[in-house]
């Protein structure tokens, strides 16, 4: 009850800068605040180079993506590590209004015939030759103040895009809340100014790392993404609200990671 207070109490400045008439780093749509906040299932594979990799985009693009969209889930983005540790690492985001269809995600598709049939080579895999050599599955739920995935215009123009997946990691849970406070309050009309394309916003229900939140920006080139963080932290609207003592009281993010993300020819994102 606390936690959705203080987010709460948070909004009303937002709802004014992220009116739905309102255009967002050149996006043709902004999700309205009152919008029913989404689901996200975000998946990691770690791989080995060569057969193993394309054998798995060829599941993801044959088998995978096709079922997940019978089920409702749509987009579904499926990127390449282009920077970050770990790589070969790939990316799958499965966006979806029901929380039910992705917690029992992995039993429909057992039951879905053209699933099994199109991904055998992959699902039928043997152990001395899998098919990945892990993967991590988070499940996030979509902030109040940008409560849905927002597709790129350069998805839609198939436009050359690159992504940045963002993680920040907070000590406490007080701090967890602060942080998401701060996001919604704020971030969201910073970026739209700096020129990012925003997809999503997460905050994490499941996952190895909590507590901690999870989001995902768009943009041309490195040129670019590096372009817009300059303005992004010259603007005096992150000057104020990253130097408000609400949120410096102490340090309430312990830990950020990014990595650098090249969607796949078929991705839908």
Same mark, same amino acid.
């Given at each position: 009850?606390?936690?959705?207070?203080?987010?709460?109490?948070?909004?009303?400045?937002?709802?004014?800068?992220?009116?739905?008439?309102?255009?967002?780093?050149?996006?043709?749509?902004?999700?309205? #605040?009152?919008? !029913?906040?989404?689901?996200?299932?975000?998946?990691?594979?770690?791989?080995?180079?060569?057969?193993?990799?394309? $054998?798995?985009?060829?599941?993801?693009?044959?088998?995978?993506?096709?079922?997940?969209?019978?089920?409702?889930?749509?987009?579904?983005?499926?990127?390449?590590?282009?920077? %970050?540790?770990?790589?070969?690492?790939?990316? =799958?985001?499965?966006?979806? #209004?029901?929380?039910?269809?992705?917690?029992?995600?992995?039993? !429909?598709?057992?039951?879905?015939?053209?699933?099994?049939?199109?991904? $055998?080579?992959?699902?039928?895999?043997?152990?001395?030759?899998? #098919?990945?050599?892990? =993967?991590?599955?988070?499940?996030?739920?979509?902030?109040?103040?940008?409560?849905?995935?927002?597709?790129?215009?350069?998805?839609?123009?198939?436009?050359?895009?690159?992504?940045?997946?963002?993680?920040?990691?907070?000590?406490?849970?007080?701090?967890?809340?602060?942080?998401?406070?701060?996001?919604?309050?704020?971030?969201?009309?910073?970026? !739209?100014?700096? %020129?990012?394309?925003?997809?999503?916003?997460?905050?994490?229900?499941?996952?190895?790392?909590?507590?901690?939140?999870?989001?995902?920006?768009?943009?041309?080139?490195? $040129?670019?993404?590096?372009?817009?963080?300059?303005?992004?932290? #010259?603007?005096?609207?992150?000057?104020?609200?990253?130097?408000?003592?609400?949120?410096?009281?102490?340090?309430?993010?312990? !830990?950020?990671?990014?990595?650098?993300?090249?969607?796949?020819?078929?991705?839908?994102?």
């Amino acid at each position: 009850m606390k936690r959705r207070t203080l987010l709460t109490s948070s909004l009303p400045a937002l709802a004014l800068a992220l009116s739905p008439g309102s255009f967002l780093g050149g996006q043709a749509e902004t999700p309205a #605040a009152s919008e !029913k906040r989404e689901y996200y299932l975000l998946r990691r594979y770690q791989m080995n180079w060569g057969p193993q990799f394309k $054998a798995a985009h060829e599941f993801f693009q044959q088998a995978l993506v096709p079922a997940a969209n019978r089920l409702g889930i749509k987009p579904v983005g499926i990127f390449n590590v282009s920077i %970050g540790p770990y790589t070969p690492r790939v990316f =799958v985001l499965l966006p979806c #209004a029901s929380l039910e269809t992705l917690c029992n995600l992995d039993e !429909k598709l057992r039951q879905d015939p053209e699933y099994q049939q199109a991904g $055998a080579p992959f699902l039928d895999a043997p152990a001395g030759q899998p #098919a990945y050599l892990r =993967v991590e599955s988070i499940l996030l739920r979509a902030f109040e103040g940008w409560p849905r995935l927002v597709l790129p215009p350069a998805t839609a123009q198939k436009e050359p895009r690159l992504f940045e997946l963002r993680t920040y990691q907070d000590p406490t849970d007080r701090d967890h809340v602060r942080k998401l406070e701060m996001m919604n309050a704020g971030y969201f009309p910073i970026f !739209k100014e700096a %020129g990012f394309a925003q997809v999503f916003y997460g905050d994490t229900l499941v996952g190895p790392t909590m507590p901690d939140l999870t989001y995902m920006l768009c943009f041309k080139d490195l $040129a670019e993404r590096d372009k817009n963080w300059k303005t992004y932290f #010259a603007s005096e609207a992150w000057k104020e609200l990253s130097t408000n003592p609400r949120y410096t009281f102490e340090g309430i993010v312990s !830990k950020v990671s990014n990595q650098i993300l090249a969607p796949a020819d078929y991705s839908q994102i």
